[in-house]
């Protein structure tokens, strides 16, 4: 997520739910801070948004990986046609850069997404054991 995104208080800009209107209906930050009963600030994880946010990462790493391979199955053809000038020998050259950019491209995207989503199976995960913990008989050990 894009810091960018949120004002001092955690909420979305303006200009940011034009710019993704799908996270604008979730209306939370991923974190917020709040005040707490002792004094200090509260940290508040929204899981929610953060594995919509995965999800959006994972549809984005597949469509770069559909978009970006289209001219695959012309580059061939094209390179052959052009046998002879120094565009058939470049031209291969240029696809194999392309495809390991764009491959490049696929896998930080998704492990993004596999990021975002770790971290929001790890709050959930924390805050079960945490509620398990004060659940849990006086002087009962782990």
């Known amino acids: 997520m894009n810091p960018w995104l949120f004002d001092d208080k955690g909420n979305l800009t303006e200009e940011a739910k034009k710019q993704f209107p799908d996270l ?5 930050a991923p974190v917020s801070l709040t005040p707490a009963g002792g004094g200090g600030k509260a940290v508040t994880v929204n899981t929610g948004v ?5 999800q959006n990462a994972f549809a984005l790493r597949d469509a770069v990986k559909t978009e970006c391979g289209q001219p695959a ?3 061939g053809a094209a390179g052959t046609a052009l046998a002879g000038w120094s565009l058939g020998t470049v031209l291969p050259a240029a696809w194999s850069t392309w495809s390991n950019q764009a491959d490049a491209l696929k896998t930080a995207v998704g492990d993004i997404g596999t990021n975002l989503q770790t971290t929001a199976q790890s ?3 924390t805050e079960g054991d ?3 913990s004060f659940n849990k ?3 009962a050990n782990s």
């Open 24 to 28: 604008a209906g979730a209306n939370d």
């Open 50 to 54: 953060l594995q919509q946010a995965a």
């Open 73 to 75: 199955e012309h580059v």
């Open 123 to 125: 709050y959930v995960k």
């Open 130 to 132: 945490v509620h398990a």
């Open 137 to 139: 008989p006086q002087g």
